[in-house]
Nanobody
Framework: QVRLVVSGGGLVQAGGSLRLSCAASGSIFSINTMGWYRQAPGKQRESVAVIISGGSTNYADSVKGRFTISRDNAKNTVYLQMNSLKPEDTAVYYC???????????????WGQGTQVTVSS
């Protein structure tokens, strides 16, 4: 079983910064992709940033230039540095990992608990 534990989040004023962390633990053999998603009230969950094991990244247009995703493969941890936060960034943020629990095993989607990010104007 794979567990994702999220830390960070909170309340910040517009223009401020926050950093989210997500650590994967358990029966992990390999993790391919790690990423961050968010869901605002009344909206669908959307991808914010994704990073592949080799380091390639992909960002939602709305956060490009403001958010930075990074990962520490040795620690199976992914980070999201959020700068120049806007009220529209307010949402519950979720960590995601796609990985396997044994060699050549199937890839599964794993989700961490959500963390609230609130940006006040």
């Amino acid at each position: 079983q794979v567990r994702l534990v999220v830390s960070g989040g909170g309340l910040v004023q517009a223009g401020g910064s926050l950093r989210l962390s997500c650590a994967a633990s358990g029966s992990i053999f390999s993790i391919n992709t790690m990423g961050w998603y968010r869901q605002a009230p009344g909206k669908q969950r959307e991808s914010v940033a994704v990073i592949i094991s080799g380091g390639s990244t992909n960002y939602a247009d709305s956060v490009k230039g403001r958010f930075t995703i990074s990962r520490d493969n040795a620690k199976n941890t992914v980070y999201l540095q959020m700068n120049s936060l806007k009220p529209e960034d307010t949402a519950v943020y979720y960590c995601n990992a796609v990985g396997s629990t044994y060699h050549s095993g199937p890839m599964y989607n794993y989700w961490g608990q959500g963390t609230q990010v609130t940006v006040s104007s």
